[in-house]
T-cell receptor, first 112, second 115 residues
Framework: EADIYQTPRYLVIGTGKKITLECSQT?????MYWYQQDPGMELHLIHY???????EKGDLSSESTVSRIRTEHFPLTLESARPSHTSQYLC???????????FGAGTRLSVL | AQKITQTQPGMFVQEKEAVTLDCTYD???????LFWYKQPSSGEMIFLIY??????QNATEGRYSLNFQKARKSANLVISASQLGDSAMYFC????????????FGAGTRLAVHP
């Protein structure tokens, strides 16, 4: 089982602000993921990474960007937040040779 | 196209009784994996159980079991002896082909356990 930390848990911010959602894991997992989830709906993959300096876009188009400079850190950035970005963002990681993804507690973002 | 379908938006069960949450999937891959996650109101996703497509026996984890019927492409979750703490959203997911362990999720089923 992994320890995945997401900060902040809740964020209320005004339109046009730049924000970074943090995600860190302590288990050295090589694969990491970002999902977007509207209330009561399914999760959609927006970004993933299979190692340092590798990032790929997921199945749902997103205006956010990610980086993977260190194995344990996978931050997500929105350059200019808009109300349409209001959602929950969940980070997950998966170790090499294992199928299971372990999730963080999520960040609930509200853009006013 | 690969797809997960959960047809039960909401389910109710009496405490201590068993409940089955339905999940059907669509894929043309021979090798795939199926997962169930629990999401309490606090928002985190908790892994419950995993079934590989080549596993001959149904997966079990404590009170959770996965009723895997490959020919019907179904992977229903059975929770035995329901507890009040089981009240949550439950999501069925499938690992996509192409590596990287990417998952697609169903729309979820909200389970309410009544005392």
């Amino acid at each position: 089982e992994a320890d995945i930390y997401q900060t902040p848990r809740y964020l209320v911010i005004g339109t046009g602000k730049k924000i970074t959602l943090e995600c860190s894991q302590t288990m050295g997992h090589d694969k990491m993921y970002w999902y977007q989830q509207d209330p009561g709906m399914e999760l959609h993959l927006i970004h993933y990474s299979y190692g340092v300096n590798s990032t790929e876009k997921g199945d749902l188009s997103s205006e956010s960007t990610v980086s993977r400079i260190r194995t344990e850190h996978f931050p997500l950035t929105l350059e200019s937040a808009r109300p349409s970005h209001t959602s929950q963002y969940l980070c997950a990681s998966s170790p090499q040779g294992e199928n299971i993804q372990y999730f963080g507690a999520g960040t609930r973002l509200s853009v006013l | 196209a690969q797809k997960i379908t959960q047809t039960q938006p909401g389910m109710f069960v009496q405490e201590k009784e068993a409940v089955t949450l339905d999940c059907t999937y669509d894929t043309s891959d021979q090798s795939y994996g199926l997962f169930w996650y629990k999401q309490p109101s606090s928002g985190e996703m908790i892994f419950l159980i995993y079934q590989g497509s080549y596993d001959e026996q149904n997966a079990t984890e404590g009170r959770y079991s996965l009723n895997f019927q490959k020919a019907r492409k179904s992977a229903n979750l059975v929770i035995s002896a329901s507890q009040l703490g089981d009240s949550a959203m439950y999501f069925c997911a499938m690992r996509l082909s192409g590596g990287y362990n990417k998952l697609i999720f169903g729309a979820g089923t909200r389970l309410a356990v009544h005392p």
